[in-house]
Each structure stands twice: as structure tokens, then as C-alpha cells.
């Protein structure tokens, strides 16, 4: 009998240039992320970032009438937020569309808005922030609040939300928005009296 062939089939020629392809492909993939961590570096080297920190530095409360007819409250008050700019080389623009509560026990009671402005170097900028609003505030929140007024420590939260955009020298980084909830304990919240500071603790975070 005569012997069967065995059937020879191509080899993938193909399988070194894929490989190459993606080898290729990785490199340059590699070369990106390090030009850009590169150029990250370098910023963060020259220009030395920092955070701006923002604070209230003063409260007056010009309107604050509680009505039993309808259980509502209407608040008109004006806060002074100190924004400090701590870079040398870092400028940062405030924008429009910038929003502010102010909040007793997760009631709001009043709101407005930041102006938009441009902040230097090295700048310290204070702003007077004018807040109004007619909100409903039940008959126990009234009494919680009277007794806060008693006795001293008024526990209010103010929530400022803003957009900011920095600038590095003539470069325009993209605009991001800052939240800042500012957590305050005054000794009064009434027209007749000029209310204190007690206590206040700060925390921002950045949506990109």
C-alpha cells in the first residue's frame, strides 16, 4: 500500500506582525503617559500648587420674622466669606452660576450667590454674600430654635457651590466646581443683636 500524505497547512504569518502591532501600540501608549505625567511634574514643580481657603468671618442678620399663619420664616442676612488665594504663580477665576444656603437642622432658611470675580496672586478677597428666603418652618423646628437662642449656640451650616477655573501663567486649566460646607455655632441669630462667631469647622471637595 502506498503511504498517505499528511496534510501540511500554511503557518500564521500573521502572528508576528500583530505581535509587532501591539508591541508597537503599548510603546506609544508608555510614551504618552510618561510625556504627560512629564508635564504634570513639571507644573506641580514650578508653580507649586495650593488650595485657596475660604471663611466667615462675620454674620449680621437684618430680617428674621416667623409667621404662625401660614408657618413659615422669612430670613434676610448677610455673611462676609474671606477667600484667600495662597499662590505665588496660580491665578483663579470665579464664575457665574455660584449658589448659597444657609441651613438650620437641614432646613434652609435663606439663599444667594457668590459674584463673579477674578483673584490674583497672592490675594485676599473678602466678599459681603446678601442671603434672603421665606421658607416653612414648623411649629417644633420654631421652639428648637428658640431654645438654641436661649442658650446661646445656634447651629447653622452654609454651603456655598461655585465654579472656579485656574490659571497657570496664560494657560486656562479646565473649570471645575468647588463645594465648601462651612459648619457655624453663633450665640445669636436675632436682628436685635449683633451675632458672634463661637465655633466654625470648614470642609470643600472639587467635582471635576
Not at 62 to 70: E, I, P, R, V, Y
Not at 90 to 106: A, N, W
Not at 123 to 128: F, G, Y
Amino acid at each position: 500500500m502506498g503511504k498517505r500524505s499528511v496534510p501540511r497547512y500554511p503557518e500564521d504569518e500573521d502572528k508576528g506582525g500583530c505581535c509587532g502591532c501591539l508591541c508597537w501600540c503599548c510603546c506609544f501608549l508608555l510614551l504618552i503617559v510618561a510625556a504627560l505625567a512629564g508635564t504634570a511634574a513639571y507644573f506641580f514643580f514650578v508653580y507649586k500648587p495650593k488650595a485657596p481657603s475660604y471663611s466667615v468671618s462675620n454674620m449680621s442678620v437684618s430680617q428674621f420674622d416667623f409667621s404662625s399663619s401660614d408657618l413659615t420664616l422669612y430670613v434676610k442676612l448677610t455673611a462676609s466669606v474671606r477667600a484667600e488665594n495662597p499662590n505665588n504663580k496660580v491665578t483663579i477665576k470665579y464664575g457665574e452660576g455660584s449658589h448659597t444656603v444657609v441651613s438650620y437642622r437641614g432646613t434652609p432658611l435663606c439663599s444667594g450667590k457668590l459674584p463673579a470675580f477674578f483673584q490674583g496672586y497672592k490675594n485676599v478677597t473678602v466678599m459681603d454674600i446678601s442671603m434672603e428666603g421665606r421658607h416653612g418652618f414648623g411649629s417644633g423646628l420654631q421652639q428648637a430654635l428658640e431654645e438654641s437662642e436661649k442658650a446661646g449656640d445656634i447651629p447653622l451650616d452654609i454651603f456655598v457651590s461655585v465654579p472656579v477655573e485656574l490659571q497657570l501663567g496664560s494657560l486656562d486649566l479646565r473649570q471645575v466646581k468647588v463645594n465648601v460646607h462651612c459648619a457655624l455655632v453663633l450665640d445669636s441669630i436675632s436682628p436685635k443683636k449683633k451675632p458672634n462667631i463661637k465655633s466654625a469647622t470648614y470642609q470643600a471637595n472639587v467635582e471635576f
